[in-house]
């Protein structure tokens, strides 16, 4: 399909194939005509005749979209019709538009009555001719009477003739033959009801005109003699991008808030237990940085575009992200409760080594899942799977090697906030808290 629409000149085409149930397939007719009609005629109108011999059939509702295509080389005109009242036949609509008026060539220009400016009027001219006189002549046509004076120039005591005064004569409109008759005769060639609910979405950094519209359409007829309708054009303008990236913005924020706000109340048992929530955040925005660095190259080799679908998939990955964290944490929760002589990193480390296992096979059945979606599910939800593939991995490596080694560094003090303390101080991990020594985990 790119390399069908490719003569069009889409920019960053990305074509999108799929099908909507809710379509009724069979409520839409294409109706192709022998030649293209001429919608600017005066005399003799096919598109009238044809909207209503059909609404006569089927009612007023019934819409008719005429829309020139060319085909092998040869304009002609196809009717899309639908919103049918019930399921139409193909029969009964090539018996309404069996007999239909002729059409004048559409590039011919208008096929109204031709006016020519023809006086017809025979003046009739009265004159007197005495010495310093001024001479009225009256002209008469036969249209509109019209009044002419004129003042010869007269020698003294030397009489002149009379004046002969040129008439003016208004023309009469008179009809003369059309140059754009309407003689060619129109038929239907191919009246077809439509069988499939498959849809075809085209995603392009070009601005689709109705021009390049019809052009998709007579590219799709030449290349399967197959006919499309078009449901919806839309061109999201800079304003209304920056609005869609401002919105997922603030959805991951908002999302980041209530999910501290989450961990923090259920640690509240365990010192300082803001900080766990702190560190789930950061690698929660890690993988989501780690999926929008890796769409942005993706968009820029392959020209993949995000959409709404981007969005929700960012949050899912917002949330399986968190989830593998607090897998971790709360193991760290329960050891720490216990009697032990073991530094805080040695809880840590032994709680990633008992929670390891389960975090991986939870992902690993989850990431095979979502590679066989975006091997063969199809393109319409390729983007959405893919970045499910690539943030649910993203999370279960940042959880096991970001999070944890983050509350780590934290509580140790080696993220170099103490020395912003006046007179600095050792750091507060290297103090052994002396905990009974506990041999078996479960």
């Known amino acids: 399909m790119n390399n069908l629409l490719k003569p069009i000149n889409l920019e960053s085409l990305e074509i999108l194939t799929g099908s909507n149930t809710s379509l009724p397939g069979n409520q839409t007719v294409w109706v192709r005509l022998n030649t293209q009609i001429d919608q600017n005629a005066q005399d003799t109108n096919v598109q009238d005749t044809i909207q209503k011999n059909l609404r006569a059939a089927y009612g007023q509702q019934l819409s008719v979209i005429f829309s020139d295509l060319t085909l092998n080389g040869k304009i002609i005109t196809v009717v899309t019709v639908t919103k ?3 399921t139409p036949k193909v029969s009964d609509i090539e018996r309404a538009l069996a007999k239909l008026p002729n059409t004048s ?15 017809t009027g025979t003046p009739t001219v009265t004159g007197t001719g005495t010495p310093n006189a001024t001479t009225t002549a009256t002209a008469t046509a036969k249209a509109t009477p019209t009044t002419a004076k004129s003042t010869p120039t007269v020698g003294k005591g030397t009489p002149t003739p009379a004046a002969t005064p040129t008439p003016i004569a208004s023309p009469t409109a008179t009809p003369t033959s059309s140059s754009n008759p309407a003689d060619i005769p129109v038929k239907w060639v191919d009246v077809r009801q439509g069988t499939t609910t498959q849809t075809i979405t085209l995603q392009t950094l070009s601005v689709v005109s109705s021009e390049n519209l019809l ?20 061109s999201v303008t800079g304003s209304v991008a920056a609005q869609t990236t401002q919105n997922a913005f603030l959805a991951v924020v908002a999302a980041s808030v209530f999910i501290l706000l989450y961990v923090w109340f259920s640690f ?7 900080r766990y929530g702190t560190c789930a955040i950061i690698a929660l925005l890690h993988d989501v940085l780690v999926v929008v660095g890796i769409f942005s190259i993706l968009g820029w080799a392959f020209h993949i575009q995000i959409n ?32 032990t002589s073991e530094t805080f990193e040695q809880v840590v480390n032994a709680s990633l080594v008992q929670t390891m296992a389960r975090s991986l096979n939870t992902s690993l059945t989850v990431l095979i899942t979502l590679s066989a979606l975006t091997l063969f599910g199809g393109v319409s939800i390729r983007d959405f799977t893919l970045t499910l593939l690539i943030g649910i991995f993203s999370g279960t490596y940042s959880s096991i090697f970001n999070a944890s080694m983050l509350l780590v560094i934290w509580e140790k003090g080696e993220l170099g906030f103490s020395r912003l303390r006046r007179g600095g101080g050792p750091p507060a991990g290297s103090r052994r808290e002396e905990r009974e020594f506990a041999r078996s985990r479960g």
């Open 84 to 86: 049918f009242n019930q």
């Open 268 to 274: 509240r048992r365990v010192p300082k237990p803001w």
């Open 105 to 119: 060539g559409p590039t011919k220009g208008s096929t109204g009555p031709v006016v020519a400016s023809t006086p």
């Open 308 to 339: 709404a679908l981007f969005i929700t998939a960012l949050l899912t990955v917002v949330g399986f992200s968190v989830h593998d964290t607090i897998v971790v944490f709360d193991r760290i929760r329960e050891n720490m409760q216990r009697r």
């Open 215 to 234: 052009k998709i359409q007579s590219t799709i007829l030449n290349n399967g003699n197959t006919y499309v309708q078009v449901f919806d054009n839309a």
